[in-house]
């Protein structure tokens, strides 16, 4: 039975393939207290991203379901950290932005948007949008056109094209499952 990516195991790949085995459910690792602050400052920044964006927004198109509620009625553009999930991947995408005119086109109607800390956004950071947005992809069936990211202490937005992304999103994943 093959085991679930998610977007943590593939973000610790991306750093080192050692700390990816450390982050399976069967493996045993310990965290360290430098990491717990890291993952506090960062959950931290995700939050007043998350407060920013809903602040663009209309109360009654903000939503907290899950993806299938969201994709039945339409009526919704904005959704917080929402777990979206395949047989094989799976990914708490920090926000899903639903886009006005998207029509009958082949593209998903709904962008991931991954909020970052750091000021430079870095090929990393890219390749994670670009999981979600896989992920998005294989439980809608269409894969976005693109994706956000917001960055720095300033929360200034990046978009970012996908399809650039999935040729290096595909060797990264090929190298990890071998």
């Known amino acids: 039975m093959p085991i679930l990516m ?6 610790a790949f991306l750093k080192c393939e050692t700390k990816a085995y450390l982050k399976y459910p069967s493996a045993s690792g310990v965290q360290s207290e430098g990491s717990d602050w890291q993952r506090r400052l960062i959950e931290d920044f995700q939050q007043k991203c998350a407060i920013n964006l809903r602040s663009q927004f209309p109360e009654d198109e903000l939503v907290g379901a899950s993806l299938p509620q ?7 553009r904005l ?6 999930q395949s047989r094989e991947i799976q990914s708490s995408i920090h926000a899903l ?6 029509g009958r086109s082949k593209h998903n ?6 909020f970052i800390p ?5 090929k990393h950071d890219k390749l994670l949008l670009a999981f979600d947005a ?10 976005p056109p693109f994706g956000k990211i917001i960055h720095g202490s300033e929360q200034k937005n990046l978009r970012v094209q996908l399809a650039e992304l999935s ?3 595909a060797l990264s994943v090929h190298r990890f499952r071998r």
């Open 6 to 11: 998610t977007a943590e195991i593939f973000q």
């Open 70 to 76: 969201i994709t039945e009625n339409g009526k919704h």
């Open 79 to 84: 959704m917080i950290d929402c777990l979206v």
């Open 97 to 102: 932005e639903r886009l006005t005119s998207h």
């Open 109 to 114: 109607p709904y962008i991931p948007i991954r």
């Open 118 to 122: 750091s000021k430079k956004v870095t």
């Open 134 to 143: 896989l992920a998005l992809s294989m439980a809608t069936g269409k894969m």
């Open 167 to 169: 040729n290096h999103y």
